[in-house]
């Protein structure tokens, strides 16, 4: 049975970093998408960023430049590197996968089948 779990959500001051990760065990396919939704109640569901396993990533505009995503294939663990932290950016942060060999242009919820409970992320100004 397929369990994303998260970690590294937290409060942070504007400016500040954190970092996210996730571990996907119990997966089985050879290639994957995955990557990271946030929820917010001013924005509602959103993607953040995403990778497949030929390294491919895609970014929300707002973030790019700012958050980095990583992988290690062998574990199916992921990572989200965020810095330069504002309070829009506080949300609920959702690690997901996809057996989709490669990240859709414009990644949407109803492609992954798979979620984690979540992370709290909260930036005060």
């Known amino acids: 049975q397929l369990q994303l779990v998260e970690s590294g959500g937290g409060s942070v001051q504007a400016g500040g970093s954190l970092r996210l990760s996730c571990v996907a065990s119990?997966?089985?396919?050879?290639?994957?998408?995955m990557g990271w939704f946030r929820q917010s109640l001013e924005k509602g569901r959103e993607g953040v960023a995403f990778?497949?396993?030929?390294?491919?990533?895609r970014y929300a505009d707002d973030v790019k430049g700012r958050f980095t995503i990583s992988h290690d294939k062998a574990k199916h663990s992921l990572s989200l590197q965020m810095t330069s932290l504002q309070p829009d950016n506080t949300a609920r942060y959702y690690c997901?996968?996809?057996?989709?060999?490669?990240?859709?242009?414009?990644?949407?919820?109803?492609?992954?089948?798979?979620w984690g409970q979540g992370t709290q992320v909260t930036v005060s100004a």
């Open positions: 997901v996968v996809t057996p989709l060999p490669r990240c859709p242009a414009s990644p949407g919820q109803v492609e992954f089948p798979w």
């Open positions: 990778i497949d396993t030929d390294d491919n990533t």
């Open positions: 119990g997966y089985k396919y050879s290639a994957y998408c």
